[in-house]
């Protein structure tokens, strides 16, 4: 069965960096499209990033465009998610998740094949 876990995830200042990871276990990542998806307290899952499998393409929402870089290591089995430059609106639990259709992850369907179970990133003084 293939399973997602996300890590890296933690507590940042403003202005500050992380980046998580999205480790696949089971099954290989490298004929799915992945993204990240993060939901803030009391607000609905928006999606924050996406990678094809086939050329790599990558999309950003507006909010990560120039801060985040999302890449993917299909030697390691691992997706990633750079953040920089930090800000408290990006507090959330942050997942990711994978699907054979690039369509359906970077257009933010929520019925995707597969999701990990979260990680909270929180940015704050």
């Given at each position: 069965q293939l399973q997602l876990v996300e890590s890296g995830g933690g507590l940042v200042q403003p202005g500050g960096s992380l980046r998580l990871s999205c480790a696949a276990s089971g099954f290989t990542l490298?004929?799915?499209?992945?993204?990240?998806?993060?939901?803030a307290p009391g607000k609905e899952r928006e999606g924050v990033s996406c990678i094809s499998s086939s050329d790599g393409s990558t999309y950003y929402a507006d909010s990560a465009?120039?801060?985040f870089t999302i890449s993917r290591d299909n030697a390691k089995n691992t997706?990633?998610?750079?953040?920089n430059s930090l800000k408290p609106e990006d507090t959330a639990v942050y997942?990711?998740?994978a699907d054979h259709s690039t369509d359906y992850v970077c257009l933010g369907y929520k019925n995707l094949e597969v999701w990990g179970q979260g990680t909270l990133v929180t940015v704050s003084s």
């Open positions: 490298d004929v799915y499209a992945i993204g990240w998806f993060r939901q465009k120039g801060r997706a990633y998610l750079q953040m997942y990711c998740a």
